[in-house]
């Protein structure tokens, strides 16, 4: 690969390339928008780098020597390189990649990107749902969702989504001949939906002062499928509150139990302290947005 300081200056190879489309220094400057001096001058510029003659000087114009003319064809073409790359880097989509949790992908994000197209029509967003630890450098990640506390390293932006305000929720038709709230000898008589939070002993002992014996249960290792299990009529799961809320409103989810727990681990909203893409900052501002939206009409 050539060196930089060995490849003629730009705006003699410019220059050249106008005059040899034209063979006439005044139609190259109309073309440049600059004076028919300075193409004459940056030509032989180029020339004078180069150690050889590109034109032949005739008073009513130009004709290449032989060398120009093959030198012409090849800038030619690097031009037009130049040009087809630069309009497909214009015409690409703006990309952002987010990585989240495969429940809050599921049961958060993914109902409301129809939202973010409408709201950004122009972004192409990337979408990666992993429990992993992401690396933002080698994973080429914009942005991260993840359940976490502080504090963070100095080299984040940590922007608070939601707090864990963990709920129980079932199926309407699981409870639809018990009598609601259920207190802690229903409890002991449903399945229970554990996931890898376990919060069950924790939710007992605020929702009920007590420990609760229950015989049955299932066990999954996502939240998103103890909450699928929860919609199938399945048993009772726990879920944090904003998880669950459309439905709820819905009527597709209700609570057995009017009782929050606060499970520690709040949901963060991560991205490199400077972010590099514009993209992924609109796509960071709409996310707090919303979050913000949702988090007041809870209130």
């Known amino acids: 690969m050539p060196d930089d300081a060995t490849l003629p200056p730009l705006n003699g190879l410019r220059a050249f390339s106008a005059a040899g489309r034209h063979l006439n220094f005044r139609a190259a400057a109309d073309d440049l928008g600059v004076t028919q001096g300075a193409v004459a001058q940056q030509v032989r510029g180029l020339e004078d780098h180069l150690g050889l003659r590109l034109f032949l000087r005739h008073p009513r114009g130009l004709s290449f020597t032989e060398e120009g003319r093959t030198y012409?064809?090849?800038?030619?073409?690097?031009?037009?390189?130049?040009?087809e790359?630069?309009?497909?880097?214009?015409r690409a989509p703006a990309r952002a990649t987010i990585s989240v949790t495969p429940t809050f992908a599921s049961k958060w994000l993914i109902p409301r990107l129809a939202d973010l197209t409408r709201a950004h029509p122009g972004i192409d967003l990337r979408l990666t749902a992993t429990e992993r630890v992401a690396s933002f450098h080698s994973d080429g990640i914009?942005?991260?969702?993840?359940?976490?506390?502080?504090?963070?390293?100095?080299s984040l932006r940590a922007d608070l989504l939601f707090t864990q305000d963990v709920i129980a929720v079932c199926s309407p038709a699981l409870v639809a001949n018990q009598d609601l709230?259920?207190?802690?000898?229903?409890?002991?008589r449903m399945t229970l939906?554990?996931?890898?939070?376990?919060?069950?002993?924790?939710?007992?002992?605020?929702?009920?002062?007590?420990?609760?014996?229950a015989p049955r249960s299932l066990r999954f290792n996502q939240t998103t499928l103890s909450l699928d299990a929860a919609l199938a009529?399945?048993?009772?799961?726990?879920a944090s509150r904003f998880l669950v809320a459309r439905d709820l409103a819905e009527g597709h989810l209700v609570q057995p139990v009017r009782c929050s727990l606060e499970g520690g681990l709040d949901f963060y909203?991560?991205?490199?302290r400077h972010i590099g893409s514009g993209a992924a900052a609109q796509v960071r501002d709409w996310l707090l947005g919303l979050a913000r939206d949702e988090a007041g009409k809870a209130g």
């Open 193 to 213: 939906l554990h996931d890898t939070h376990d919060l069950w002993p924790k939710f007992f002992q605020s929702a009920f002062g007590q420990s609760v014996d």
């Open 269 to 272: 909203l991560l991205a490199p």
């Open 181 to 188: 709230p259920l207190d802690a000898l229903a409890f002991s």
């Open 85 to 90: 790359a630069t309009d497909a880097l214009r």
């Open 142 to 154: 914009d942005l991260a969702v993840r359940q976490a506390r502080p504090p963070f390293g100095a």
């Open 233 to 238: 009529g399945q048993g009772i799961a726990l």
């Open 72 to 83: 012409h064809a090849a800038v030619s073409r690097a031009f037009a390189q130049l040009a």
